[in-house]
């Protein structure tokens, strides 16, 4: 058999142990927070029906979805009408109906919908939940967008009320502070881009404008100019929209130029009213980081329906690192009608990569061993072996190394892993009964009973 040069998909990744205990402090810090704030865990399925996901993300949501081929042979039992599904020229959908009925979740949200109507007669309403699973999107990788990646999602559903709105404004505010990353929390309402669309004179195209607003930071203003003529935007609507998408200053400006464009617009009023709420909440509270309400702000996902946020680290240049909004039927898909529910999601993958960045992950985890125990030789390594047990018993990560090796190669060892101390146990110390314990930084021997040891290395 040939020798196969090993690879994994473009857009995944593998994770050394130091991106791991790296990874597993950023999850550890957000579901302590969603702990915090009254939220329990739950999880589904990596893969679910297609019938699920479909229609859910919009259209350029849809094209990013992952398929999964039916088992076995999956053209088994087309129908002959299916066979000009196979002309290259025919569309790729029609075929995709019959070869694949289940594909890997786009994101935690829908999943999360399924969820709450299969499971309402077991749940208490309104229903706070988080969830930190990986998802898939056949996205084009770059930095920053992977195709597999982590989401820690916390949603409450079952509740009108902006107070869910302005505590999730204090999740992100909290989480961000504990991970030392500054950020702006950016806010709208799908409501008032509601308005706008209708205020142009364009309220059939509110997803067409959403979905070319939501790229403004991306690619320009004049460039989504162009994406608006060609999802059928007459130029006029377009001339209309200049001044929403390039409309700056305070938050009152910005309310006062909307308050006088809704005149006859009841949708735009209320998502105006909406927003004044949240933010004169936000306002009242103690946050360590700023926000502001956005216009241009529109969040592609169909589904949102009121209040949508967004937010970007201040000192690094990445994308959206968490967002989310108010969804108000999107368990009616499903058969339970009226159950609004509001959501955000922090992306762990870019949260990293900040982080990393900007060096805040803090040295004290750089290493998961705290001490490790030279091996000199069999007598020596039956006695480490109880002391190693007692320091286990007491929760410190600690391990001997399994072999009688020549001590520089065991220090060497511990040096590369980062654990910062070595025990030494000798004849000498055998007798006596103490530990030495060298410290790996500094370089300094002691000689230490059991429980100076443990007070020591805890």
Not at 11 to 32: A, H, K, Q
Not at 203 to 212: F, G, M, Q, S
Not at 371 to 384: D, P, Q, T, W
Not at 390 to 413: G, T, W
Request: hydrophobic share 40%; aromatic share 8%.
């Amino acid at each position: 058999m040939a020798i196969q040069k090993p690879s994994i998909p473009k857009g995944t990744r593998d994770f050394s142990p130091l991106e791991m205990v790296r990874r597993n402090y950023i999850f550890d810090t957000i579901r302590n927070v969603f702990q915090v704030f009254g939220y329990q865990p739950i999880e589904t399925p990596v893969m679910e029906n297609l019938s699920t996901l479909m229609g859910k993300y919009g259209e350029e949501g849809d094209k990013l979805l992952f398929k999964i081929l039916n088992s076995g042979n999956y053209l088994d039992g087309l129908p002959e009408s299916a066979s000009r599904i196979l002309d290259p020229a025919a569309r790729l959908v029609d075929l995709t109906k019959h070869i694949a009925d289940k594909g890997l979740r786009y994101d935690l949200t829908v999943p999360f919908a399924r969820y709450v109507v299969q499971h309402q007669n077991e749940l208490v309403f309104p229903f706070k939940r988080y969830q930190i699973q990986p998802v898939w999107r056949a996205d084009r990788p770059q930095k920053g967008r992977y195709r597999e990646f982590f989401q820690c999602d916390v949603d409450v559903i079952g509740s009108n009320s902006l107070l869910n709105e302005v505590e999730l404004a204090q999740i992100i505010d909290t989480v961000f502070t504990k991970l030392g990353i500054r950020v702006l929390i950016r806010l709208n309402n799908r409501k008032i881009l509601a308005g706008i669309a209708e205020a142009i004179g364009a309220p059939e195209k509110l997803t067409d404008i959403t979905v070319a607003m939501d790229k403004l930071d991306k690619t320009g203003i004049d460039k989504v100019n162009d994406e608006l003529i060609q999802r059928g935007i007459t130029y006029e609507s377009v001339v209309k929209l200049q001044p929403i998408l390039t409309l700056e200053g305070k938050i009152k400006s910005k309310f006062d130029a909307l308050t006088a464009l809704f005149n006859d617009s009841e949708i735009g009023r209320k998502g105006l009213e909406e927003m004044r709420t949240v933010l004169e909440y936000l306002k009242e509270m103690t946050l360590h980081n700023k926000f502001d309400f956005d216009i241009t702000l529109a969040r592609g996902l169909s589904y949102y329906t009121g209040t949508i946020v967004e937010v970007k680290a201040m000192d690094a240049a990445m994308g959206s690192i968490c967002g989310g909004g108010r969804y108000d039927d999107l368990t009616g898909i499903f058969g339970l009608p009226g159950m609004s529910g509001v959501g955000i999601s922090f992306g762990a993958d870019r949260i990293y990569d900040v982080m990393n960045e900007l060096n805040l992950f803090p040295d004290t985890i750089q290493a998961s061993t705290r001490a490790l125990f030279v091996n000199f030789g069999s007598e020596e390594e039956k006695y480490c072996m109880k002391l190693l047990a007692a320091l286990r018993s007491a929760d410190i990560p600690s391990e001997i190394y399994p072999d009688a090796a020549k001590v520089k190669k065991q220090m060497d060892y511990a040096n590369r892993k980062g654990i910062p101390f070595v025990i030494l146990i000798g004849k000498d110390e055998i007798e006596t009964g103490v530990l030495t314990i060298k410290n790996m930084v500094t370089g300094e021997q002691k000689a230490s009973s059991m429980e100076e040891a443990k007070a020591l290395l805890s």
